[in-house]
T-cell receptor, first 116, second 115 residues
Framework: GAVVSQHPSWVICKSGTSVKIECRSL??????MFWYRQFPKQSLMLMAT?????????EQGVEKDKFLINHASLTLSTLTVTSAHPEDSSFYIC????????????FGPGTRLTVT | AQKITQTQPGMFVQEKEAVTLDCTYD???????LFWYKQPSSGEMIFLIY??????QNATEGRYSLNFQKARKSANLVISASQLGDSAMYFC????????????FGTGTSLTVIP
């Protein structure tokens, strides 16, 4: 068990449009989900932490109005990149944790976003 | 200061040999967890092994073992009997505190297994 899916796995969008990425925990309920961003050949950088039913906590330097996160249920979190620009092109990875204090995060397969 | 340091950007190992990937960490929290993940070219993060700060024994999972030296603040990953499928990026990560949310990732080590 402990499978996390992301949809879409890759997306190309035009500059100025918005794109939504879904993260689902398929076989467990996730009290907390995390969104990471990874540039080519670089490490993962945490963007925000979301708890079901409450507002996301954004890391310093991450624009909350640009990267909208919604954690509407215990199995679904969404990241919406609004008014996307080419510099937003990146690999976005979500992860989920079952409960506070659980030591492990389960990662989704990632979404590759290309903004033209 | 960097929370997680991986000093080897790239490593090569002969198939069937063992390889050690280095990781040092920095924290003042007595409770923390250390993780290793494998990221193949497809991009998904694959959990390999976990070591808790209070664990007395070094963690092992199949061909993976974690050489945990608390006083040195190091958590090196040892892969025994390397296989071609082990070629990937490897990331060391740390979570601080029992309830800490954030995972701090190192910059990764690219491992290439040579036939």
């Amino acid at each position: 068990g402990a499978v996390v899916s992301q949809h879409p796995s890759w997306v190309i969008c035009k500059s100025g449009t918005s794109v939504k990425i879904e993260c689902r925990s398929l076989d467990f309920q996730a009290t907390t989900m995390f969104w990471y961003r990874q540039f080519p050949k670089q490490s993962l950088m945490l963007m925000a932490t979301s708890n079901e039913g409450s507002k996301a906590t954004y890391e310093q330097g991450v624009e909350k109005d640009k990267f909208l996160i919604n954690h509407a249920s215990l199995t679904l979190s969404t990241l919406t990149v609004t008014s996307a620009h080419p510099e937003d092109s990146s690999f976005y990875i979500c992860s989920a944790r079952r409960w506070a204090g659980a030591y492990e995060q389960y990662f989704g397969p990632g979404t590759r976003l290309t903004v033209t | 200061a960097q929370k997680i340091t991986q000093t080897q950007p790239g490593m090569f190992v002969q198939e069937k040999e063992a390889v050690t990937l280095d990781c040092t960490y920095d924290t003042s929290d007595p409770s923390y967890g250390l993780f290793w993940y494998k990221q193949p070219s497809s991009g998904e993060m694959i959990f390999l092994i976990y070591q808790g700060s209070y664990d007395q024994q070094n963690a092992t999972e199949g061909r993976y073992s974690l050489n945990f030296q608390k006083a040195r603040k190091s958590a090196n990953l040892v892969i025994s009997a390397s296989q071609l499928g082990d070629s990937a990026m490897y990331f060391c990560a740390m979570r601080e505190g029992q309830l800490g949310n954030q995972f701090y990732f190192g910059t990764g080590t690219s491992l290439t297994v040579i036939p």
